[in-house]
């Protein structure tokens, strides 16, 4: 069963890099990895892989960037978002991206790590405006399942962002 899942993933993967990336780069905003080969494992070599051009850029986690330059990047990397969640539902399903598997867009399961995580926090001390926050979160989970699904990155961070040379995103 184990193979199983993981040569689902694996062709998962190869479908989303060889058909779904492509798509994407033509569209988006910003510069994404667009595959130029997608390699599948075989008795030679066991790992599927991918292949694409050199993005330029140096990542944001690597440059000591100004409050100035950090506001800079905001507008363009709000626009690639904003591409992202315009994608229509029937747009997103026709791609083969994975679902939301650790459910990242579920209101109730992270309300519910949020409370786990508050409860840990105040038994052991860790932080002092627990209830301030706490009902602050709170206050956020209301109404968040009447949102609407939308395509997002599910892994977005400051290693994900490329700088180019006149600290531009």
Same mark, same amino acid.
């Given at each position: 069963?184990?193979?199983?899942?993981?040569?689902?993933?694996?062709?998962?993967?190869?479908?989303?890099?060889?058909?779904?990336?492509?798509k994407l780069a033509s569209m988006s905003p910003?510069?994404? @990895?667009? @595959?130029?080969?997608?390699?599948?494992?075989?008795?030679?070599f066991p790992w599927s892989f991918y292949g694409?051009?050199?993005?330029?850029?140096?990542?944001?986690?690597?440059?000591?960037?100004?409050?100035?330059?950090?506001?800079?990047?905001?507008? @363009?990397?709000?626009?690639?978002?904003?591409?992202?969640?315009?994608?229509?539902?029937?747009?997103?399903?026709?791609?083969?991206?994975?679902?939301?598997?650790?459910?990242?867009?579920?209101?109730?399961?992270?309300?519910?790590?949020?409370?786990?995580?508050?409860?840990?926090?105040?038994?052991?001390?860790?932080?002092? @405006?627990?209830?301030?926050?706490?009902?602050?979160?709170?206050?956020?989970?209301?109404?968040?399942?009447?949102?609407?699904?939308?395509?997002?990155?599910?892994?977005?961070?400051?290693?994900?962002?490329?700088?180019?040379?006149?600290?531009?995103?």
């Open positions: 069963a184990e193979d199983g899942i993981r040569d689902d993933l694996v062709t998962g993967v190869q479908t989303v890099c060889s058909s779904d990336l492509p910003l510069a994404i @990895p667009k @595959p130029l080969y997608v390699g599948q494992a075989n008795e030679d694409h051009h050199i993005l330029k850029g140096t990542t944001a986690c690597r440059l000591a960037l100004s409050e100035v330059e950090r506001v800079a990047i905001a507008r @363009p990397l709000a626009h690639f978002l904003r591409f992202l969640h315009d994608i229509s539902l029937e747009e997103a399903q026709a791609f083969s991206l994975p679902e939301d598997e650790i459910f990242r867009s579920s209101p109730e399961k992270n309300a519910e790590k949020c409370r786990v995580n508050f409860k840990r926090l105040v038994k052991e001390k860790l932080f002092d @405006p627990v209830d301030e926050l706490h009902a602050e979160l709170e206050t956020c989970f209301k109404g968040a399942e009447k949102i609407m699904p939308a395509l997002c990155h599910g892994d977005l961070y400051v290693r994900h962002l490329l700088i180019d040379d006149e600290r531009q995103l």
